[in-house]
């Protein structure tokens, strides 16, 4: 079946430790996302791959980064994770046209930081 | 103003029940608007698009559109224990700064 493919499930990573955070589609869309949920409220998100085009969002820290080597593949790098950047990390791809968004969400990743 | 609001709930039904969950925004030229449910620890799973003022139905589900209110609304007929979710409503901003806006939920329970 194609879908959004996140890994790992759960991560748990030190203070300061960089940390990389994996997504993968077989959907072929062309716009991949990577929001940040922290509990009871709205995902924000961080950016996103329009093709190989990246935006990213005003607010975003520098310490969140991303790739997007290939069309299937994404990550987020955390370079020094810090107590306030726990949260859920949420994948998810969009097949863009003018009208549409609509968005296809990996399992999503719960981030731990010790 | 928040550009999307809901009602944090949480709404509470009897098992098959209709719920009712509505959403606000502020952005009057938008023209798309989504329902996700999200279960507790899971990722948002979109279940309604709506880009037209009326009614859409899936289901058990039906989406209402009003944009001369600014008012999107989702109805679940015979609602289920397995309805027990946040449902988040998305708008997608118009214009050059497009992009999707969410509320932050309306927790449903239904109570067997």
């Known amino acids: 079946d194609a879908m959004v493919i996140q890994n790992p499930r759960y991560q748990v990573t030190q203070f300061g430790k960089p940390v990389t955070l994996s997504c993968s589609q077989t959907?072929?869309?062309?716009?991949m996302y990577w929001y940040q949920q922290k509990s009871s409220q709205a995902p924000k998100l961080l950016f996103h791959?329009?093709?190989?085009?990246?935006?990213n969002e005003a607010d975003t820290p520098d310490n969140f980064q991303s790739r997007r080597p290939n069309t299937s593949f994404c990550f987020l790098d955390i370079r020094s994770p810090g107590l306030g950047d726990a949260a859920m990390y949420l994948c998810?791809?969009?097949?863009?046209?003018?009208?549409?968004?609509?968005?296809?969400f990996g399992s999503g990743t719960q981030l731990s930081v010790l | 103003q928040k550009e999307v609001e809901q009602n944090s709930g949480p709404l509470s039904v009897p098992e098959g029940a209709i719920a009712s969950l509505n959403c606000t925004y502020s952005?009057?030229?938008?023209?798309?608007f989504f329902w996700y449910r999200q279960y507790s620890g899971k990722s948002p799973e979109l279940i309604m698009s709506?880009?037209s003022n009326g009614d859409k139905e899936d289901g058990r589900f039906t989406a209402q559109l009003n944009k001369a209110s600014q008012y999107v609304s989702l109805l679940i007929r015979d609602s289920q224990p397995s309805d027990s979710a946040t449902y988040l409503c998305?708008?997608?901003?118009?214009?050059?700064?497009?992009?999707?806006?969410w509320g932050l939920g309306t927790s449903l329970a239904v109570n067997p």
């Open positions: 998810a791809t969009s097949n863009q046209d003018r009208r549409n968004e609509k968005l296809f």
């Open positions: 959907l072929n869309h062309n716009v």
């Open positions: 791959y329009y093709d190989k085009d990246f935006n």
């Open positions: 952005d009057r030229g938008s023209q798309s």
């Open positions: 709506i880009y």
């Open positions: 998305a708008v997608m901003r118009a214009g050059n700064n497009r992009k999707l806006i």
